[in-house]
């Protein structure tokens, strides 16, 4: 992330939640949050196959239901794809190395300064 811009930073969260989206912006700002939101789930599904895998009783079954109820609550709470809370959510998806800095690339200074300032916290 070092040659994203960071000089254009907001200063508050207010600030990032009155940004705003081009079209072009949008589009850039969804492709990268789809791929980060399926590749998320696609993990979660090799994991819920390997453990039905290993369910031989009763009790295996609902810590499967267990995890993936923990997952779901997980992923609903991380992808939140308001534009007054995205830059937000692209700051721990990059912090998670699940958006990278190309993928961002094409959004204004003022969004990749802010997920650049507070990406690397």
Request: hydrophobic share 35%.
């Amino acid at each position: 992330m070092s040659s994203l811009p960071h000089s254009k930073a907001p200063d508050t969260y207010t600030d990032m939640r009155n940004f705003k989206w081009s079209q072009a912006e949008k589009a850039i700002a969804r492709k990268a949050f789809e791929h980060a939101l399926q590749q998320e789930l696609e993990e979660v599904i090799q994991e819920t196959k390997r453990l039905a895998a290993k369910i031989e009783q009763p009790l295996d079954v609902w810590k499967l239901e267990g995890f993936l109820t923990k997952r779901r609550n997980e992923i609903d709470r991380k992808y939140d794809y308001r534009y007054s809370v995205l830059p937000e959510v692209f700051v721990n998806l990059v912090r998670e190395g699940r958006v990278g800095e190309q993928q961002l690339h094409g959004l204004a200074e003022d969004k990749l300064g802010y997920i650049h300032e507070f990406a690397k916290h």
